[in-house]
């Protein structure tokens, strides 16, 4: 990868653009050359896009889902215009020059309507429409100069007509050249025309010219409001040539002129988008005289405008140009906030976003964009350094960030990261000399176990030993409030959101919101959970800690030995064996009281751990042996043998404070209903006797369970053990992760080997192999490679939802703890997705319970709002949350598919097709649903009705982009058998093409009655004289044979051609020439079937092939004396 230019400039802004909005064009079919977008306007809600064929597309922002069609009979939209204050209502204009007000009725559910429909400025062309901000007020400007008011008369207004607009539509004024741009703000109208600018007092009826000299040309002018101006008052700015603006008052009088001409002189900043790395040409230019056709505010303290060549964004108070970037064609852009949506002069919309450089590159690291992000980096290093930037991509992010490059394709890139990670302040020595000073300050200690501890300063001091303790468990509430311990992982990739993984360890902190300027606190820490004074902060967690605290404190007693395990007489078989049946809990819960225990030693942490370390040592060493690790049933009891270890490691580690009692335990009330469900769906093929003998069997297995279930000194096995009951190492922990994954991998699932006989047995197995997969999830959810975990179970239990359902009720478990988990449970679907997308990295592997989450709330709308998240959340993993409901499932699909350009819509489908049955189960689906009844098309004979091929149907592009990818020959025939069997004859005879089976694609063809698909490029046509005789065989048939009765839905006044013996008749003369058609018509004694028309046409033909005949001889002549011309 090649260098990347440094940009001198600290630029702090730079233009995004995160989607594309070409997929929404083509679903409103506003990329063709015939219909295209002409206009635009945006609001808080909805998009609107004008098309040339007078209809207004709304489109809600959030999701891009809900979607309305407002049509207009008189022409193309060419201007349309939001209201500022109310989504409700929008004001369009058509070329004919009427003005058209529509209340959408979104409060109330109803449809939308036309309220009003202006025509004071009919035959002209409207050139501006503007708002009231205030009131329902509408202002129009037309290219002849006439400027005019429409006021609504509606219960939704806020007061009163205004004295000035006494009637629906009043004209205001009439100026001597075409309108460019009106703006409304507090009372007062600014107009802005080819030659000046206007100001209307719309109450008092003044107006007044802005400045002296006039102008030629379109320049836009722009209200600024007084707070963003910092004065009491508003301003104007108005374009003037040479890259110039006004400065105007309140009162239209001219304060200062600003020239940006020399400003404009630096190279333009790259557009970040996801096609493509940016590219920065460190050239300098010379000025840039340019004519600014309109003015926008934007955000607080800038003004956007635009030429042919690029966006322009200015700070104008400070006469500072923010950026400007090349963004080629802009006919208009429409702004919300700091979004900009610009229509270009060929039709297309592009959605940028102006952000800053950190906010940029977050953004792109929570997609997974490392390339782009490391790019982007490398590119605005210079505002990276800046001190506001350095709080938020800290060096600790961009580390985080190299590790994910690639060291063969990307080695400039990472050395150019590696530069500016040297030249951010180092994070470690900041934070070593902070805890020195909090250390000097005896407010802050750090426990052997690695866990920091915050003290507050009413506690006085306080030696090292007690702060150390490990003895003091039996804090009261206040206590543990002074004393809480704070965790904070020393490598979060980010620390402004997300949820917490379950690998790694070290020091761990709890994130707060924090004020990292707050002079009250003696010293600085820069971490996350600082808040504006201790005590503020103690007060404002003290529900969230106090709930911690204790599951950490108890946490910690697990380090310790109780004394009861030392004189614990050894358990029988009966209890061992139940022992092994116990899934361990998670970390302790919060208890009403409080037992205090006495600890009379402390064996070190690796004593518990030692038997297992040296069984995962010996079997990670067996695993290097190819022997071993190619044969199944060597590497499977080489994992059931050390699966035992582990066992028994986490049993004593975890039970070693529950009685005696409480060790023996059997399957939950879950379990063992899932395991007579399981029983009674696979042994309905099985005897009565065996189904009597299992029935009994389950009655005397459910009661002593049924009464142990409740058992209150009991464990539940539906408690996860999301967290480690201890300290484990790094190296250890990684080869736990290795051997326990593989384990879920490779269905070795307990210690015990089982063999079985006989079919009920193997069914019992299969049954129980699921619920021990469920177990097996439970106990050791802590040390899974949750990635693999998930592709696991989507490969291994397809057919067992409660596996899925089981990681996926850990991963929520293990999500909760996560402000951002909370937050999401609130709002409606827009803000959640919103959430969710800003705040949890998309590689994440909690990112899946979230979806669960908001699919269980909104059902299928999440879904579709899924496709967002590709690829961290797939299609595999959408079929298994909707696995109750596969048509949610394909509604999803269908969405993901459309929301590539067309070209890439058939790789794209591709490539998800793995494995390859899944093409036959998709398609299967995709026919099934949202099809036209059976009977709609095809008869009890199983033939085509007429005209079936043009039904709808509600994933007919899905389909066809199934039929049309390649597969082997067998799938290729079984999606022909699923097509024809649900009645979808275009990919039916697509396929039958593809088979060659054509004497069988023209016998439906006959069926269907339809002339064009024997037409065109992409017709059927015979293509030997044997299938122009059974076709002609095949219609003759038909028409002899019974009528067959049309479905009633279907209108035939307009519909396709008939396939008649006359039809075929002349579509044979084209093919074969008149004389040898009417040869083999009389071979086939058809001639008496055909009618005055084929003669004519005929005779036409002959002519025609006449003329042909001598244009190609005199053609061939003039080359022959040409050629012979030149070789003598």
Not at 570 to 595: H, N, Q
Not at 693 to 703: C, I, L
Request: aromatic share 8%; net charge negative.
């Amino acid at each position: 990868m090649a260098f990347v230019p440094v940009i001198p400039d600290p630029y702090s802004h730079v233009l995004a653009e995160f989607e594309s909005l070409d997929p929404l064009l083509s679903a409103l079919r506003l990329d063709s050359s015939r219909l295209k977008c002409t206009s635009i306007a945006v609001s808080r809600k909805w998009l609107a896009l004008g098309s040339s064929g007078g209809v207004l597309n709304l489109i809600q922002k959030e999701g891009w889902k809900q979607r309305l069609f407002l049509s207009h009979r008189e022409g193309a939209v060419s201007q349309v215009a939001c209201c500022v204050h109310d989504d409700d209502y929008v004001a369009v204009a058509t070329s004919q020059g009427l003005v058209v007000i529509w209340e959408l009725n979104q409060e109330r559910r109803g449809k939308p309507e036309q309220i009003y429909v202006s025509s004071e400025h009919k035959g002209r062309k409207v050139t501006a429409l503007c708002w009231d901000t205030a009131i329902l007020r509408v202002f129009v400007g037309d290219h002849v100069g006439k400027v005019s008011a429409i006021k609504l008369n509606t219960s939704k207004q806020a007061k009163a007509a205004t004295a000035f607009v006494m009637f629906p539509v009043q004209t205001i004024t009439t100026v001597d050249s075409s309108i460019v741009q009106l703006d409304y703000l507090d009372g007062r109208l600014l107009i802005s025309s080819l030659t000046r600018s206007y100001l209307c007092d719309t109450e008092r009826e003044k107006f007044w010219k802005i400045g002296n000299k006039e102008r030629d040309g379109e320049y836009g002018a722009c209200f600024f409001p007084g707070r963003c101006s910092g004065t009491q008052q508003p301003l104007i700015y108005c374009a003037r040539p040479g890259s110039r603006m006004w400065e105007v008052n309140f009162d239209g009088d001219v304060i200062s002129t600003h020239q940006f001409k020399k400003l404009l002189t630096s190279p333009p900043l790259p557009v970040i988008n996801l096609r493509s790395e940016p590219q920065y040409d460190q050239t300098v230019g010379s000025p840039q005289s340019l004519c600014f056709p309109k003015l926008l505010h934007l955000s607080e303290h800038c003004v956007l405008t635009w030429t042919e060549r690029g966006i322009y964004i200015f700070i104008p108070q400070n006469v500072q140009v923010l950026l400007w970037s090349e963004v080629k064609d802009i006919q208009d852009v429409a702004i919300c906030k700091s979004e900009l949506f610009c229509l270009h002069l060929n039709g297309k919309v592009s959605h940028l976003s102006l952000l800053s450089v950190e906010r940029c590159v977050e953004r792109l690291l929570r997609r997974g964009l490392w390339n782009l992000a490391a790019h982007t980096c490398c590119l605005f290093q210079n505002s990276i350094i800046a001190s506001r930037a350095r709080k938020t991509l800290t060096a600790d992010k961009l580390e985080h960030l190299k590790s994910q490059l690639d060291l063969s394709s990307s080695s400039d890139l990472i050395s150019q990261l590696e530069d500016l990670i040297l030249k951010l302040e180092p994070l470690d020595s900041a934070c070593s000399s902070r805890r020195s000073s909090i250390s000097s300050h005896e407010s802050f200690s750090i426990l052997d176990s690695g866990i920091y501890r915050i003290i507050s300063s009413r506690r006085g001091s306080q030696s090292d030993e007690d702060s150390c303790s490990l003895h003091s468990q039996t804090l009261s509430e206040d206590e543990r409030l002074k004393e809480f311990t704070s965790h904070q992982e020393e490598d979060h990739p980010e620390q402004d959101g997300g949820f917490p993984g379950n690998e790694g360890d070290g020091h761990v902190f709890l994130t707060f919101e924090a004020d990292k300027n707050d002079p009250l606190l003696p010293f600085g820490i820069p971490l996350s959970f600082r808040s504006p004074s201790p005590l503020a902060s103690l007060q404002a967690v003290k529900k969230s800690v106090s709930s911690f605290v204790r599951k950490t404190t108890e946490k910690i007693g697990t380090l310790h030995t109780s004394p009861d395990l030392k004189v614990r007489p050894e358990a029988r078989a009966d209890e061992k064996s139940c022992e092994e049946d116990v899934s361990p809990g998670t970390c302790p819960k919060e208890e009403d009281t409080e037992v205090e225990k006495e600890v009379t030693s402390q064996p070190p942490e690796e004593d518990w751990f030692l038997e297992l370390k040296v069984a995962t040592a010996e079997a990670m060493m067996m695993l290097q042996d190819p022997l071993v690790l190619f044969e199944p049933k060597s590497l499977r009891m080489v994992l059931q043998n050390w699966l035992l270890h582990l066992e028994k490691s986490f049993v004593v580690k975890d039970f070693s404070g529950i009685s005696e009692t409480s060790n023996c335990s059997v399957k939950s009330t879950q379990d063992v209903l899932l395991l007579k469900e399981s029983k009674k769906g696979l042994l309905d093929d099985g005897s009565e006797k065996e189904k009597r003998d299992s029935v009994d069997n389950e009655k005397t297995a459910d009661q002593p369970a049924s009464e142990s279930v409740h058992s209150p000194g009991e464990p539940s096995d539906d408690i996860f053990q999301i967290c480690s009951p201890g300290i484990i190492a790094n190296g250890l922990q990684n080869d736990l992760a290795e051997l326990t994954t593989l384990c879920l991998e490779l269905n070795v699932l307990n210690s015990k080997s089982e063999c079985t006989n006989g079919h009920v047995d193997r069914i019992m197995q299969q049954c129980s192999l699921d619920i021990l997969a469920c177990q097996f999830l439970k106990k050791y959810f802590f040390l899974l490679d949750l990635k693999r975990a998930k592709e696991s179970i989507k490969l291994t239990y397809t057919n067992s939802s409660c596996v899925w359902d089981t990681f996926i009720g850990g991963l929520k478990e293990m999500a909760r703890s996560s402000p951002t988990y909370m937050a999401i449970e609130e709002g409606d679907l827009p803000t959640r997705l919103k959430l969710l997308e800003d705040s949890v990295p998309f590689d994440s592997p909690l990112l899946i319970a979230s979806a669960a989450q908001l699919y269980e709330k909104f059902g299928e709308s999440a879904l579709r709002s899924l496709i967002r998240f590709y690829p961290s959340i797939l299609p595999s993993d959408v079929m298994q949350l909707c696995h109750k409901n596969p048509a949610q499932f394909l509604a999803y699909l269908d969405s993901l598919v459309k929301s590539r350009p067309e070209d890439q819509r058939p790789s794209f489908l591709e490539s998800l097709l793995q494995p390859e049955s899944l093409r036959l189960d998709w398609l299967h689906l995709a026919v099934s649903h949202d099809a036209p009844p059976i009977t709609s098309t095809m008869d009890d004979e199983g033939h085509p009705r007429p005209h079936s091929h043009l039904l709808s149907w509600g994933y007919n592009q899905l389909i066809l982009h199934l039929v049309k990818l390649p597969a082997a020959f067998i799938i290729k025939e079984k999606m022909t058998d699923i097509c024809r069997s649900g009645g979808f004859w275009p990919g039916y005879l697509t396929l039958c093409l593809e088979l060659e089976r054509r004497r069988e694609a023209f016998a439906n063809i006959v069926h269907l009655d339809d002339m064009s698909l024997m037409e065109g490029d992409n017709g059927w046509i015979p293509e030997s004289l044997e299938e122009w005789k059974l076709l002609l065989h095949l219609v003759q048939n038909k028409n002899t044979g019974p009528v067959l009765q049309v479905s009633p839905d279907e209108n035939l006044s307009d519909g396709p051609s008939p396939i008649t013996v006359e039809n075929v008749a002349l579509l044979l003369a084209k093919a074969m020439g008149p004389d040898r058609a009417w040869s083999l018509l009389q071979e086939c004694g058809l001639t008496l079937d055909l009618s005055e028309r084929f003669t004519r046409t005929c005779d036409v033909l002959r002519i025609a092939e006449k003329r042909q005949r001598a244009l190609i001889q005199i053609m061939l002549e003039k080359c022959d004396r040409f050629l012979w011309s030149h070789q003598a």
